[in-house]
Each structure stands twice: as C-alpha cells, then as structure tokens.
C-alpha cells in the first residue's frame, strides 16, 4: 500500500491535475477577451494580490508572444513566457505558457485554454491551465498555490474589464446616445405576457439573473404611472448592478413607457427611456420594445444593452411556458 502512495506522489509531482477557474464579468465577451489583447492591459491585472506587472510583451496572433514578468513585494521578477497557440476573437485563446527561476531556468509549462462564453446577462470566462513539471520540486510548491493565485488576479482582471468599458476608474465626462427596437412574438395570450411585464413574481422569474449567479440585494416595482421599480443585486463577480425606473405612461395589456437608471458599484452609465407596446397576433402576443439610452462618462456599451435586453425577452418567453 506504501508503495502504491509513493508512486501517486511520483506521478503527482511529474504531472499534477489541471486546474480550472471561473469567473462571471459584467460586461460583454468583447470587453473581456479585450483586456487579454494588449500589454497595456494585461500589465494592470495578469499578476497575484500584492504583486505587480513590470514587463509584458502580446501579440494576440497564433505564433504571437505572450510573456509577463511578475514583480514580487520583494523585487523578485518572476517570468512566465509564451506564445499564443489559437485565437478565436471573443470565444477562445490557447497560450502555451513557460515558468521560469529567478535565474532563467525552466520550472514548468503551463498549457493556458480560456474560453469565453455568454451568460446571464454576463459573459463566462473559463480558464483551464494543464501542467508539466519540468523542476518537480520548485514547481509543485507554486502550481499548489495556482488557485489562489488565479483567484486574486481575476479580481484585478474584473477591475480592468470595468476600466475598458468606463464603469470604472474613468474621469472623462462624456455622452454617447443610442437606440435600438426588438420585436418577439410569443405563443400566449396578452394578459399573460402583461402579467410577466407587471407582475413581481412573474417578473423575477426571467429579469436579471438566477438565484446561483445574483445575490438580490433589493427588489420592489410598482407599475402605475408615477410608480417605481429598483433590482439591485451582487453578481458572482462582485459587481453590484442597479436598475432603477419610474413608470410614465401605463396603458393595461396596451402599452409601458419608463425611464430607467443603470449603476455598476457607484457609478452611473446610463439613463433611458424605454416603450413596450403589446398587439393580439394570430392567438398570440407580439412584443415591440423600443429603447433609447444616453451611456455617460466614458461607458462602452457598444450594443452590449440591444444584446442583454434580446437575451431577456427570450427569457421572458421561456417563462411563458411554465
């Protein structure tokens, strides 16, 4: 039996399992797979809690390099070099990674695949790095630590995701107007896809996120003309995402017009006016929505607001059938 646990230990050492990390972000896959693309960006996050980027080189093309020197609270520059492997804009990068000792020496390769993927009203980074030892034991003490590590530098990483997109760290007072309509028709009758617009419960059963992924902080609506709505909650990133609204014109089983204000943390991004007309279609209901929004202060929305609120009508036609 002693001899069996020795040698698991001795595979251990010579390839550990690969790691996995996750990580939900509030933005669009765009934004995201945009803070690898750069060494401008990678330099103010791709590195643990308390250490820093001195140096990075990226060229997003196969063949292109990927290296980063990491600087310790000590001054230590710990270097990771690599090339990208595959690059498929906005859903998938490969980068094959090498670790080195403080002199130049190989510790291990670490074979990066990070996919990125839609979710609710987020977007999905998947990061799995698979290992080989090359110093089995110099490297297995800083591959044990991989977790926590990635942990800490995806906290950075959500920071600068919010800084590309201006919810964050951007000073410059600035207004960008845009507008968008979608149509949906949907196999219920009128009053019930009323009832999924006004109605608390029925609501919340297809607007925001689920109970997995959003932390609902506040919740309450009031839809009368003068009445308001707030949906306040923490996703899995810790991004807090506020939505509130005040309802202008309320025609039942007709018409919804509302004005609505959109916070990331503390920050204002966008206020909107908002129309939902309602028409009888050949035993259905078809759903015109009309939006019209002012993105300020620097806030990249370039159509991520089109894309969430589409996503959310297929939501709400998916909730029609429970």
């Not at 190989?106 to 996919?115: D, G, I, K, S």
Request: hydrophobic share 40%; with cysteine.
């Amino acid at each position: 039996m002693a001899q069996s646990t020795d040698a698991d230990n001795a595979a251990t050492l010579r390839q550990p399992p690969p790691l996995l990390v996750s990580r939900a972000f509030h933005a669009r896959r765009e934004t995201v797979f945009k803070a690898w693309s750069t060494a401008e960006h990678v330099k103010n996050w791709f590195s643990p809690k308390t250490y820093s980027v001195a140096e990075a080189k990226v060229e997003m093309r196969v063949g292109g390099a990927f290296e980063v020197c990491m600087l310790s609270p000590t001054g230590e520059r710990h270097w990771s070099r690599g090339v990208f492997v595959e690059v498929t804009p906005h859903s998938r990068l490969v980068i094959d990674m090498h670790a080195t000792d403080l002199q130049g020496r190989p510790l291990f390769r670490a074979y990066t695949e990070v996919t990125f993927a839609d979710g609710q009203g987020e977007t999905r980074m998947d990061v799995m790095q698979t290992y080989t030892f090359i110093d089995p034991s110099m490297a297995a003490p800083i591959v044990a630590g991989a977790s926590e590590g990635w942990r800490t530098t995806l906290d950075k990483l959500e920071q600068e995701v919010l800084r590309i997109s201006g919810a964050a760290g951007v000073q410059t007072r600035s207004v960008v107007h845009a507008s968008f309509h979608i149509e949906r028709r949907y196999n219920a009758p009128v009053e019930r896809v009323w009832k999924a617009l006004t109605d608390e419960a029925a609501k919340q059963k297809w607007f925001g996120g689920p109970p997995s992924e959003l932390d609902l902080i506040e919740r309450y609506m009031d839809v009368r003309e003068g009445g308001r709505e707030r949906a306040k909650g923490r996703w899995q990133s810790g991004v807090v995402s506020t939505f509130d609204a005040i309802y202008h014109d309320v025609v039942v089983h007709e018409r919804l017009v509302y004005s609505y204000v959109m916070h990331l943390d503390d920050k204002k991004i966008s206020v909107s006016l908002a129309t939902m007309q309602l028409k009888i279609e050949d035993g259905g209901t078809r759903l015109k929505v009309t939006e019209q929004g002012a993105f300020l202060d620097g806030y990249d929305d370039a159509g991520s607001r089109e894309h969430g609120a589409g996503y959310l009508l297929d939501r709400l036609g998916a909730s029609l059938d429970d």
